[in-house]
């Protein structure tokens, strides 16, 4: 698939200068951020998208800030979900977040039934919106999704190597295709986590790309291969290992 020049130099937006201000928004606690493109990037500059999303639409984010957020710039974790909504499934993930000082952010609206640009757009998109409230730590940002959602961050980690230091594939990955043609030489760079399970259907491809990545220069990445886990998300111990990995 060939992504439209928009998506392709979008990530050039993210890295100008802002000012980020105060939020009243308590750490530990979950909250949705509503902004248009008109809101995020300004009628010139979101009138570039117009054909993947309306600049007047409103695109809504499920947040959700670790307890630590006020210590310390956090990372961030994009999540792209196969579901309509974008916030943390698994609640219990939260302690995992706290503890690694993490934003969760997830789009809604965005899942497996919604054409690719547009999921892709709404996840980065999701970092601007962040930015307009907090100072974030720009070397900490993770895409991560499951099943068709991690296709999706497969896609914007392949894509945006600059943008995203690190990814968790859960359930689900594609390897970049030629064209657009990554940059493998900054994507190596970056670290990554395959997360399947033994019951998996996507098990076998999951290990086919990895393999790949590995054999592509990518030396840090790693395979977790959950014994029991089926098609579904992981518990709380395999994402603590899997962000352990990432912060290394």
């Known amino acids: ?4 020049l928009a998506i392709l130099v979008l990530f050039l937006i993210f890295f100008l200068a802002t000012d980020a201000s105060a939020t009243e ?6 909250f949705e951020i509503s902004l248009s493109l008109n ?8 009138s570039r998208y117009q054909k993947i999303l309306s600049p007047e639409e409103l695109i809504t984010w499920a947040v959700y800030l670790p307890v630590n957020v006020a210590n310390q710039p956090p990372g961030v974790l ?25 934003i969760w952010i997830g789009a809604n609206n965005s899942g497996n039934r919604k054409p690719v640009d547009r999921r892709m757009v709404m996840a980065l998109m999701a970092l601007k919106a962040l930015e307009k409230d907090y100072l974030i730590s720009s070397n900490r940002i993770i895409v991560s999704g ?4 991690g296709r999706v961050a497969s896609m914007l980690a392949s894509q945006y190597p600059e943008v995203f230091t690190g990814a968790i594939y859960i359930c689900g990955v594609n390897y970049w295709k030629k064209s657009p043609k990554p940059r ?11 997360l399947t399970g033994s019951k998996d259907f996507n098990r076998m491809e999951t290990q086919t790309v990895y393999r790949r990545y590995l054999k592509a220069g990518a030396e840090h990445s790693m395979l977790l291969d959950i014994p029991g886990m089926s ?6 111990a395999a994402i603590l290992e899997a962000l352990e990995f990432l912060d290394e």
């Open 146 to 149: 499951f099943s068709g959602g």
């Open 78 to 102: 994009v999540y792209v979900s196969p579901l309509n909504l974008g916030r943390m499934e698994k609640t219990a993930w939260r302690s995992v977040l706290d503890q690694h000082n993490l």
């Open 184 to 194: 493998i030489d900054r994507l190596v760079q970056n670290r990554f986590v395959f």
């Open 231 to 236: 098609h579904e998300l992981p518990d709380t």
């Open 25 to 30: 928004q308590p750490p530990g606690t979950s």
């Open 39 to 46: 809101e995020l990037l300004g009628e010139q500059e979101a």
């Open 1 to 4: 698939m060939k992504f439209p």
